[in-house]
Nanobody, 118 residues
Framework: QVRLVESGGGLVQPGGSLRLSCAAS????????MGWYRQAPGKQRELVAG???????NYVDSVKGRFTISRDNAKNTVYLQMNSLKPEDTAVYYC????????????WGQGTQVTVSS
């Protein structure tokens, strides 16, 4: 069994910054793609940023230039640095990872709330 634990969410003013972390633990042989999704009230969950095991990244257009995804493979951890935050970034942010143990499975974290408000 694999567990993803997120941290770093909270309340921040517009223009501020937050850094989210997500650590994977458990029966891990290797981790392939990792990513951050978000879901705002009344909206569908969307991919915010993804990163492959070799470090190739992709972002949704609305966060390009403001958010940076990175990972530490030695720590099985993925990060999301969020700068110049806007009220429309308010959502629950979820970590996702494709993990190989006895096979490849898709795992989700429990979510962390990010609220951007003055």
């Amino acid at each position: 069994q694999v567990r993803l634990v997120e941290s770093g969410g909270g309340l921040v003013q517009p223009g501020g910054s937050l850094r989210l972390s997500c650590a994977a633990s458990g029966s891990i042989f290797s981790i392939y793609a990792m990513g951050w999704y978000r879901q705002a009230p009344g909206k569908q969950r969307e991919l915010v940023a993804g990163i492959t095991s070799s470090g190739i990244t992709n972002y949704v257009d609305s966060v390009k230039g403001r958010f940076t995804i990175s990972r530490d493979n030695a720590k099985n951890t993925v990060y999301l640095q969020m700068n110049s935050l806007k009220p429309e970034d308010t959502a629950v942010y979820y970590c996702n990872a494709d993990v190989r143990s006895d096979a490849v499975y898709d795992y989700w974290g429990q979510g962390t709330q990010v609220t951007v408000s003055s």
